[in-house]
């Protein structure tokens, strides 16, 4: 009996890789300041493994945006031709001005000799100044090997500005979360810009022609979150004369941002909780009712963790995906456009004339932008994005005519930084009228404090016009209004400051001073 023998051949095995393909290890030069702002955000790459020593002038290297093909020198008539010679090694990088050249300023001091640079100050980045008019960054950056290039989402100054690597990965994954249709929770340090992210997550996904319905879970008290969130039928407690919808309602066919969620009261959670699972609410003293709503949430709070009272269940359901976003520190090539951005905003809100240099204006205009521009690229912003506008829009209100106000940041542990813009307050103050104090109030959500460091003044000052610009403080609000503004609003302490135009900081340490509940009938706030 013969054996039958198989003659096919063996097919190769195939071998997967899970792990990430390593980024590229780049140096980047971008351009923080240049005569020309468009140009702002332009840069060059150098390739990490180069020992070759390049030269950085008027007509040496070429900038290119990502997201643009067209590559051109700095082109600065002040700068040398050959101003700055570039040298990497393994423990970092020697800058040498060259002889004769224009002056260089590397990390705030004016240098004539070589100078060497740690491989830890080069990932955090070196500002290089070349003469008066031209800033760069100097940095290593970890590239993707497929790095994507994306278009800023929108020209209507949506905030989510920036040509780096890092903000197009951002948009990336702003598209793809948008477009999967699963809850998404953002995560990022205050300021960071977590509800710019919201809002382009709703505008890019099938929900974009509907609602938006943002609401503070910090600001809503225990007592009364289910009916705020879930809505109430009438009679169901005292002070209910009319069926009310809650924010969930209020979003149906939209999306539903809730904003400081990791704040949300313990009670609270488990109300939320089932419905995000079953995608159903029960109004206070009615039936359960369907609610077809997208959920988006943010954080600036750690929720995992022993010292984390946040319901585990709670932020699985939260987090079906995930959007990081960055502190500005780590991404620093950005800061220069998002300034240039907020400058140009800072100008539309508050009316005054545009205040970005052109290359027509004379060498001392130059000079200051290129300081400017210089500090702001140096400072920390630990108030992120936020701070960042508030500083762009002193500059606008402080500067007179052509002159910049003084710019003074302050140090490291001071108290508040985060919240204050780094100027300094002038000399005089600006002696706003009635029309402009009361924008510049709303405008701060009525935030005293706020509103004087802006206009220059003292808090005192602004509490002393008030009474004639027909506003009031929150402890001055009348109880039967403060009650009844309440029940209109459905008891959401930032809505009932938005309509009684004082401020919900004010209106909080009411309700916590008094000890009061906002929905008992007959006891006001």
Not at 33 to 48: M, N, S
Not at 105 to 111: D, F, K, M, Q
Not at 414 to 419: H, K, N, Y
Request: with cysteine; proline share 6%; net charge neutral.
């Amino acid at each position: 009996m013969s054996e039958h023998i198989r003659t096919d051949a063996t097919l190769p095995s195939v071998f997967a890789r899970l792990t990430a393909t390593p980024a590229r290890r780049m140096y980047a030069l971008t351009i923080v300041f240049h005569p020309d702002v468009q140009r702002i955000g332009e840069r060059c790459l150098l390739r990490a493994t180069t020992r070759k020593a390049c030269v950085l002038g008027r007509e040496q290297l070429a900038f290119r945006r990502a997201t643009e093909a067209i590559e051109r020198t700095l082109d600065d008539p002040h700068l040398s031709r050959q101003a700055l010679r570039i040298r990497f090694g393994e423990g970092g990088v020697t800058l040498t001005p060259l002889p004769g050249a224009c002056r260089c300023r590397l990390n705030g001091e004016w240098v004539q000799e070589a100078c060497d640079f740690s491989a830890e100050a080069l990932r955090k980045g070196i500002i290089i100044q070349l003469a008066h008019s031209v800033v760069l960054l100097l940095r290593e950056l970890s590239v993707p090997p497929a790095a994507s290039v994306s278009a800023p989402l929108g020209d209507d100054g949506d905030g989510l500005q920036g040509s780096s690597d890092y903000m197009q990965s951002l948009r990336a994954n702003i598209a793809r979360s948008a477009r999967c249709g699963l809850d998404v929770l953002i995560r990022g340090e205050t300021g960071s810009g977590k509800e710019l992210v919201a809002r382009a997550l709703h505008a890019q996904s099938e929900r974009a022609s509907g609602p938006l319905v943002s609401v503070n879970m910090a600001a809503i008290p225990a007592g009364v979150a289910a009916a705020v969130l879930f809505g109430s039928v009438r009679g169901a407690f005292t002070g209910a004369e009319r069926n009310s919808e809650g924010y969930f309602q209020q979003a149906a066919g939209g999306s539903l941002f809730l904003d400081e969620v990791g704040d949300t009261p313990e009670e609270v959670q488990p109300q939320l909780l089932r419905a995000l699972q079953e995608r159903e609410v029960q109004p206070v003293g009615g039936p359960m009712r369907k609610v077809d709503v997208r959920v988006i949430s943010a954080t600036d709070a750690i929720l995992e963790g022993p010292d984390s009272n946040f319901r585990r269940s709670l932020l699985h359901r939260l987090g079906s995906a995930e959007v990081r976003v960055a502190p500005l520190r780590e991404h620093p090539e950005d800061i220069a456009e998002l300034l240039c951005h907020f400058l140009r905003s800072a100008c539309v809100e508050t009316g005054y004339p545009a205040v970005l240099p052109s290359v027509t204006d004379d060498a001392l205009q130059i000079a200051q932008w290129a300081e400017l521009f210089f500090l702001c690229q140096g400072h920390d912003w630990p108030g992120n994005v936020r701070e960042l506008a508030n500083c762009a829009r002193q500059i606008v209100l402080r500067g007179e005519g052509n002159l910049l106000p003084p710019l003074r940041f302050d140090q490291p542990g001071d108290s508040g930084v985060a919240d204050s813009p780094g100027l300094a307050v002038p000399a005089a103050a600006v002696e706003l009228g009635d029309d402009a104090l009361r924008a510049l109030l709303e405008q701060e959500r009525y935030e005293v404090s706020a509103a004087a460091r802006r206009a220059g003044m003292s808090r005192q000052a602004v509490y002393r016009r008030l009474p004639g610009l027909g506003l009031r403080l929150a402890s001055q609000i009348p109880q039967e209004e403060l009650q009844q503004t309440f029940a209109r609003c459905n008891y959401d302490v930032a809505a009932a400051a938005k309509a009684l135009r004082v401020s919900a900081r004010g209106l909080r340490n009411r309700l916590a001073h008094q000890g009061s509940d906002p929905t008992a009938g007959a006891s006001p706030p």
